[in-house]
C-alpha cells in the first residue's frame, strides 16, 4: 500500500516540544498523571514525558471504539483501566488523534469519577473542525492517518512518521 506522506519526523516531534513546553508551563511543581489512552498514544506519551522533564506518573487505560475499521463504532469499550490513585492529583489524558473525541470524553468522564483535582486533555493530532483539547499538537486534514503509533487493523504503528491511507481523503472519518 503506497501511503500518502502528511507530517515528517521533525514536524512532528515541533509538536511534541510545544506540547510539552505547554504542560511543563502548566504543571510545574503540582502532582501530574499523564494517562496515555492505549494503544495509539504510547509513542506519542513516551516521546512527549522524554522532552517534558518535569516530575510525573504515568499510566494507561486501553479504550477502543475502532476495532479493525476506518470508522468509529460510536461505542467506547474500556478493556484495561488504569491503576493510579489520582484522588487529588492533576490528570491530563493522552490521545494520538483526537478524531470524534467520543473516546477522550468516555475516558475523561470516567477519570474524573476519580476525584482528581483536575482532568484536561492532550492530543497530538486533531481532526480539522473538531473543538480542539486543551494542549494539541496539530491539525489532521481529512483522511484515514496512520504511522507514529497510530494503526490501521493493528498495521504501520512502527512508521516514524504520519501518513493518510489512500483513498479515504474524501471518506468520513
Known sequence: MDLEPCFTEAEIEEAVARVAANLAQDYEGEDLVLVGILNGSFMFLADLIRVLAIPLEVDFIRARSYGKRMQSSGA????????????????????DILDTGLTVRFVTDRLLAGGPASVRTCSLLVREGREAPDYMGMWVPAGFVVGYGIDYAERFRWLRDIRIVPGTRNAAT
Open 76 to 95: 467506547v469499550e474500556i478493556t484495561k483501566d488504569i491503576e493510579t490513585d489520582i484522588t487529588g492529583r492533576h490528570v491530563v489524558v493522552v490521545e
